[in-house]
């Protein structure tokens, strides 16, 4: 596995994201992240990585079906431990693209036994990636830090194939009318662990923002389907969205 760095400068985001990271104490040890989704019952995050595993399981199942060869790219791949569970998937070609640097580097150092996949240190914006590189491009928990839909989606387009597929799971999704509400929920929570200016960087979308791109709704408590039914033994509270190109 080789990691590559683009020259890309630390931001404002970049240095507080890891502050507050520390702060929820979702920094890992290399022995920790290794093993991730699962984690010992006593942690103080246990439930939420419950809940990302059960959504790994059923993201795992459905690229399993397609049984074909698979370019993805996990946009905000964090420590990297989707990126690595992805690519241990038979037939996947697997990069994370993110512009934290700190987890990268640990991503980097953990995750070294598949020669599958890449760590890349760059802005999605930035002219660094193909036209039509990519078949699957996952957000997991992480399209909430992008301030606007339609820009990344058209962005995200430009790299996808033709028939080919974005997916946002472990993200809040809001209906319009509870926009408001979130984000004064939002306010206070980061006020509340003395980060309030994180709060200008935490972006609210609602299911309204994405109709325009016809999206399919393969989990949703709200909106069930063949998918949801299929997967039902999962408690996520996100909804798996695909948006196809």
């Known amino acids: 596995m080789f990691t590559i760095y683009r020259n890309t400068k630390k931001n404002e985001f970049e240095d507080l994201y890891l502050k507050v990271r520390e702060k929820e104490n979702r920094f890992y040890s290399d022995k920790i992240l290794k093993n991730l989704p699962d984690i010992k019952t006593s942690h103080p995050l246990f439930y939420e990585w419950k809940i990302r595993k059960a959504?790994?399981?059923?993201?795992?199942?459905?690229?399993?079906?397609?049984?074909?060869?698979?370019n993805i790219m996990e946009l905000g791949c964090g420590n990297g431990w989707l990126t690595h569970r992805l690519?241990?998937?038979?037939?996947?070609?697997?990069?994370g693209v993110d512009?934290?640097?700190f987890e990268l580097e640990?991503?980097?150092?953990?995750?070294?036994?598949?020669?599958n996949h890449k760590f890349f240190y760059t802005d999605i914006f930035a002219d660094y990636f193909e036209l039509g590189d990519f078949d699957i491009?996952?957000?997991a928990s992480s399209v909430q830090y992008f301030r606007n839909i339609d820009y990344l989606m058209e962005?995200?387009?430009?790299?996808?194939?033709?028939?080919?597929?974005?997916?946002?799971?472990?993200?809040p999704i809001y209906n319009s009318s509870d926009i408001l509400k979130a984000q004064g929920s939002t306010e206070k929570y980061y006020e509340k662990i003395s980060f309030r200016e994180m709060s200008k960087f935490y972006f609210?979308?609602?299911?309204?923002?994405?109709?325009?791109?016809d999206p399919i709704f393969l989990y949703n408590r709200q909106k069930q389907s063949f998918y949801s039914i299929l997967f039902k033994n999962s408690d996520s509270p996100?909804?798996?969205?695909m948006i196809k190109k």
């Open 55 to 70: 959504s790994l399981k059923k993201f795992e199942e459905y690229i399993k079906s397609k049984d074909t060869l698979l």
């Open 87 to 95: 690519a241990a998937i038979r037939n996947c070609y697997v990069i």
């Open 99 to 101: 512009i934290n640097k």
């Open 106 to 115: 640990q991503a980097a150092r953990v995750f070294n036994s598949f020669n």
């Open 137 to 139: 491009i996952i957000l």
């Open 155 to 171: 962005r995200l387009f430009y790299f996808l194939k033709r028939n080919s597929e974005i997916h946002i799971i472990d993200s």
């Open 204 to 213: 609210h979308h609602s299911f309204k923002d994405l109709e325009i791109y």
């Open 238 to 241: 996100f909804p798996w969205i």
